[in-house]
């Protein structure tokens, strides 16, 4: 997985050409694990005490199920790289993402996060249900491309869904789908989801009446410059401004609750869970 979103903000800022604070480009990596004792044997003790710890620790970016929600779903992850790619992991952290670095944890808490993490299957995180060929088709018909890129191709209004598969539960998706912006933070406390606050619409009235929507771009001393629905900037004068507010659960993005058959949302979430899987 890559700090995809933070390479597509620094895109759509400098194709904008302006003057932005981009996000330290660190260097992308394997996780530093220290050395450390032998993985001890797994026992329903200790698996119930990996969920105590995880809970506190991890369920605040993973979900107390692993399903994910700030940060990605991790379910299958312990199947997929075994204790000792888990442990790597946990103590090492991944550079370049929001997933932290535990140093401070011992060999023998970490053991048993990765105790309960093994337990974390795909199934109950939801189940690809749908044809994802004809979710690509639903995906190319409802113009998801104009904000979203797949690859190289696509928009950078929305983030990029690359490795959506990946990152995101079967649940977590059918919902963005359904409620686009009900996640939406409004500060960047959680370093996974602090780009998406570049998602947040703001609504700016001027003194003369005029009302512009759009996500925040850039700001300096004088001036505010919104990015509308669109992809139009706007530049506005803070003498000029009378109110810039956030809009709480309102997103760019339509929902597709409406617009699509519960049939058809299936299809779709199976193409893109599809993505990014096995790179
Ligand atoms: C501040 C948010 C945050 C916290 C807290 C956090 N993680 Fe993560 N974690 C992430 C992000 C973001 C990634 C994805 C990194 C990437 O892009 O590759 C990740 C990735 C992982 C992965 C690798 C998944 C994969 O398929 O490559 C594992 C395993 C993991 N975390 C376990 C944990 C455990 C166990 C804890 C608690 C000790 C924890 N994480 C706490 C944000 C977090
Ligand atoms: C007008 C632009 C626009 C269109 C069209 C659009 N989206 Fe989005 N999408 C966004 C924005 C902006 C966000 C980020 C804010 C949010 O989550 O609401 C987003 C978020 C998402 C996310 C969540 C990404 C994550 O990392 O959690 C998914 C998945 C997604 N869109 C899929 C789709 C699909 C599939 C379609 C077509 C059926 C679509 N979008 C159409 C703008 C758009």
Redesign the pocket.
């Known amino acids: 997985m890559t700090a995809i ?1 933070s390479f597509c903000m620094a895109a759509i800022i400098s194709a904008a050409g302006l003057a932005f604070v981009a996000p330290p480009a660190l260097p992308q990596g394997q996780p530093v694990t220290p050395p450390h004792a032998a993985h001890p044997k797994a026992t329903p003790e200790s698996i119930a005490a990996g969920k105590d710890i995880f809970a506190g620790t991890c369920a605040v970016c993973h979900g107390i199920d692993g399903s994910g929600g700030n940060g990605p779903n991790i379910r299958g992850a312990g199947a997929a790289m075994g204790p000792e790619g888990v442990y790597g992991r946990i103590r090492g952290g991944i550079i370049g993402t929001g997933m932290p670095a535990f140093t401070s944890l011992d060999d023998a808490t970490v053991w048993k996060l990765v105790d309960y993490a093994m337990t974390l299957g795909h199934e109950d995180a939801g189940v690809a249900t749908g044809d994802s060929k004809k979710g690509k088709e ?2 190319d018909a ?3 491309g ?3 890129a797949v690859g190289a191709e696509g ?1 950078n ?3 990029d ?1 690359s490795h ?1 598969g990946v ?2 539960s079967i649940v ?2 059918t919902k ?2 359904e409620d ?5 933070p409004l500060d960047a406390g959680l370093q996974e989801r602090a780009t ?1 606050t570049a ?1 947040v619409v703001y609504r700016a009235v001027t003194k003369d009446g005029k009302v512009i929507e759009g ?1 925040r771009v850039n700001e300096d001393s004088f001036t505010i410059q919104l990015r509308d ?1 669109n992809g139009n900037l706007h530049s506005i004068q803070k003498f000029e401004m009378k109110s810039i507010d956030p809009e709480p659960g309102k ?4 929902s ?1 609750k409406d617009k ?1 058959t519960a049939a058809q949302i299936n299809d ?1 979430v199976a193409y ?1 869970s599809s993505l990014g899987e096995a790179q």
């Open positions: 979103r639903i995906y409802s113009k998801c104009t904000c979203h928009g209004l929305g983030p869904l959506i990152q995101r977590t998706l963005t789908l686009p912006g009900n996640n939406l998406f998602y996500t629905a997103s760019f993005m339509p597709y699509l779709l893109l």
